[in-house]
């Protein structure tokens, strides 16, 4: 594991190579223009919003959008086919059958038509029970029986129809379904950035789990490769990809037991990729410390959530402190009657010259008084005026 490291330019031997030190009983430095900062070189762990979209069953995969696409919500990402369903699809659809309904509507108008003249036949059994004639009774009565029979033979027969038919009619409602889910098209549950690399940390690592988090937990995380970018085929519940959401960033920054940065909740942090990207954050808090002194800061980062959107865990620079402009060794101030100064090279001699020191970061000083290019003394203490100098 790489140790994290508190950065404070102005070592000595760095500031030899910074400010070209002039050697000799009295050294010299010259005031240059630069940028200094405090800094901590630390391990992060991205905490975001990911939304993973599984296989809802198995099949042939066919992906349509790129990785690291960014997409609306409802984008069709990926489709899922297959071919066994359009199979059932077909075979459920041919036993469909126009004849059936065909019969359906004959049994229906026969049996109306029928139920008509049985009406009839009872008013003609009626008239001739009036007038007791017996010969029209009897041949109502036997007219009357012969259709009651026939119409209880086509009541079975259509009663057995529409069973049929209505098992056809579910039936082909399944087939329906199934066609369509023979070919889903799976979309993008919100707007975000497409990731078909699914590494079973999307639910550990949310900006809700971020009071929780340990340093150990988190060095000790073991990504899992659960999707393959290249693979055309699912099975029934694997993941296939997922959304990242980059409206929203949080970091988790582990810090080593030497690095102790006084940060209040609320407090600017600038966060610096190795890319050289860098963005303000803002301290939300800290997680868990460990018994070894590891500590977890948490930051939200929302500007950093686009650029990170493919990262997991990354290094990265936090910048607690920085200033710019003329720059010298803190080594070159002196005091003289309780103000502060430098002594200046003018014409090779050392003249003391009183100065408001800026910014002081590691071992180095902001002093806005001066050009770049002056020169002045290193350990001036024993440095008078006037004296000459190399």
Do not use: C
């Not at 033979?153 to 056809?168: A, P």
């Not at 037991?257 to 890319?275: I, M």
């Amino acid at each position: 594991m790489l140790l994290a490291m508190m950065v404070v330019s102005g070592l000595t031997a760095l500031t030899a190579l910074r400010f070209s030190i002039t050697p000799g009983p009295t050294a010299l430095v010259e005031i240059r223009y630069e940028v200094i900062e405090e800094a901590l070189q630390v391990q992060a762990v991205a905490l975001r919003r990911e939304e993973v979209v599984v296989a809802p069953w198995g099949g042939n995969l066919r992906r349509l959008a790129a990785h690291g696409e960014r997409v609306r919500a409802g984008f069709v990402v990926a489709e899922l086919t297959n071919p066994q369903v359009g199979g059932q699809v077909g075979a459920s659809l041919s036993s469909w059958s126009t004849a059936n309904a065909a019969r359906l509507e004959a049994l229906r108008a026969s049996i109306n038509s029928r139920h008509q003249r049985i009406s009839e036949v009872l008013d003609e059994v009626a008239r001739s029970a009036a007038v007791a004639d017996e010969k029209a009774l009897r041949l109502a009565l036997e007219a009357l029986e012969r259709l009651n029979s026939e119409n209880r033979d086509e009541e079975t027969e259509l009663q057995s129809l529409e069973s049929r038919l209505s098992k056809m009619i579910a039936r082909r409602a399944r087939a329906e379904e199934a066609a369509n889910r023979a070919n889903l098209p799976l979309k993008a549950p919100e707007a975000g950035v497409v990731s078909f690399q699914v590494d079973g940390l999307e639910e550990r690592l949310r900006p809700e789990s971020r009071d929780e988090l340990r340093a150990s937990a988190l060095l000790g995380l073991a990504a899992k490769t659960l999707t393959d970018p290249e693979s055309r085929s699912a099975k029934m519940g694997q993941p296939l990809f997922k959304i990242v959401d980059t409206k929203e960033l949080h970091l988790a920054v582990i810090l080593e037991p030497v690095q102790t940065p006084v940060l209040p909740s609320g407090a600017p942090v600038k966060v610096r990729l190795p890319s050289g990207v860098e963005a303000e954050a803002r301290v939300e808090g800290r997680g868990t410390t460990d018994p070894d002194g590891r500590a977890v800061l948490i930051l939200r980062a929302p500007n950093l959530a686009g650029e990170l959107a493919m990262q997991r865990r990354f290094q990265a620079t936090l910048v607690l402190r920085r200033a710019e402009g003329p720059v010298a060794p803190v080594s070159s101030l002196a005091t003289r009657d309780g103000r502060p100064g430098v002594f200046v090279v003018i014409g090779g001699q050392a003249y003391w010259k009183p100065v408001q020191p800026g910014a002081v970061i590691g071992d180095r000083v902001t002093l806005p008084q001066f050009s770049p290019g002056t020169m002045v003394v290193i350990e001036p203490s024993s440095v008078k005026q006037g004296q000459k100098v190399p």
